[in-house]
C-alpha cells in the first residue's frame, strides 16, 4: 500500500488513513508570460521558463470504529494538516515537497467511515535530499568541486567555515565554469 508522510506523520501508521492517489502531475504547468499588443495579431510572448505550484490531489479513507469515534480522528487529521510542511510519497522515498492546504476539505460520511480529498498546494518540483561536502583546503589555489543531480535549477546554500588560525581571503566560487562572487 502506497502512502505518504506529512509533517514527518505517515497517513496509515499514525492516522489510518488509506490513500488513493488521484492526481500527482507528472510536470506543473509553465507559467505564461505573454503580452497583448495593440494592433498586432497574436501574443507577444516573453518566454519564461518559469513554472506554477503544483497541485497534488489524494482521496483518503478513514475507518472510524464508530460514528464518535471516526469524528474524534478526523479532528487529529485536521490539526495535523493545518500547517505547512514536507509531503513525501512512499513511492519516492528520497524526494519530497514543501506542501501546504488551502482549500476546505469536505467529508464524506457512510456509517462510521469517512472518504475525503486532500489538495496539496506544493513548489513546483520535488526536492532531493539535503547533502553536506565537507573537504578541507590546505593550499592556495585549490578547487573542491560540488555537483547536482537534479532535474531542475536549484537553489543551494554554500557555507565556508575558517577552521584554521590564519585569515583566510581571496575566496572565489564559479558555477558552470563562470565567476559567481
Not at 10 to 22: Q, T
Not at 28 to 43: A, D, F, T
Not at 141 to 149: A, H, R, T
Amino acid at each position: 500500500m502506497i502512502g505518504f508522510t506529512f509533517r514527518g506523520k505517515h497517513c496509515y501508521n499514525d492516522y489510518g488513513l488509506v490513500m488513493r492517489s488521484k492526481d500527482r502531475t507528472v510536470l506543473p504547468s509553465r507559467r505564461k508570460r505573454q503580452l497583448e499588443i495593440p494592433l498586432r495579431h497574436g501574443m507577444y510572448d516573453f518566454e519564461g521558463s518559469t513554472y506554477n505550484d503544483r497541485v497534488i490531489q489524494v482521496d483518503c479513507f478513514l475507518d472510524g470504529g464508530s460514528g464518535p469515534e471516526l469524528r474524534r480522528k478526523i479532528r487529529r487529521i485536521a490539526l495535523w494538516l493545518s500547517e505547512p510542511g514536507r509531503l513525501r510519497f512512499d513511492d519516492e522515498p528520497e524526494l519530497s515537497y514543501q506542501a501546504r492546504i488551502y482549500s476546505a476539505i469536505s467529508l464524506e460520511q457512510v456509517l462510521a467511515a469517512g472518504l475525503f480529498s486532500l489538495l496539496f498546494e506544493c513548489r513546483p518540483f520535488a526536492r532531493g535530499a539535503e547533502m553536506s561536502v565537507s573537504a578541507p583546503i590546505t593550499k592556495s589555489g585549490q578547487q573542491v568541486g560540488i555537483s547536482y543531480g537534479g532535474t531542475q535549477p536549484a537553489g543551494c546554500r554554500i557555507v565556508i567555515e575558517n577552521t584554521g588560525t590564519t585569515t583566510v581571503s581571496g575566496i572565489m566560487l564559479r558555477v558552470n565554469g563562470r565567476n559567481a562572487l
